[in-house]
């Protein structure tokens, strides 16, 4: 991945878990999930999950989040788990996924993590951006 670009390589081409699974664990940095741990931020899509390089609120840009856009049609709603902190997304970025016709909502990352859970076990189109917590 080139520096600065913060998740708008390719994702398909990127190692990734090839389905949506729940989140069975979060803290110490990272996630448990598909009988696997992952240490970092993980982006949740309706084609599976990835790594994510961002590590702070302040990381949330239009190219952070190009993977979730290019997603649109398979996507009704994001939820962006924010750390330890629910976060207002700016306007920019909350008027992008309006213009896609997909819902956001920012969170802390626990919160995020269990409603993401909740939603896909419902089968809704749902995908989330968690950012790893300590």
Known sequence: ???????AQSLPD???LPTPVSIDAYGNGGFRFGAMS???SLLCLPDGIWAWPV???SELTEAALAP?????PA???FLIGA????YALPEPLRAR???LSISVDCLATGPAAQTYNILLGEKRRVGAGLIAVE
């Open 1 to 7: 991945m080139a520096d600065g670009d913060n998740g």
């Open 14 to 16: 990127a190692p990734h």
């Open 38 to 40: 992952h240490r970092g």
């Open 55 to 57: 590590r702070n609120v």
């Open 68 to 72: 979730v856009f290019e997603r649109a």
């Open 75 to 77: 996507l009704d709603l």
């Open 83 to 86: 750390g330890r902190d629910p």
């Open 97 to 99: 996924f309006r213009a």
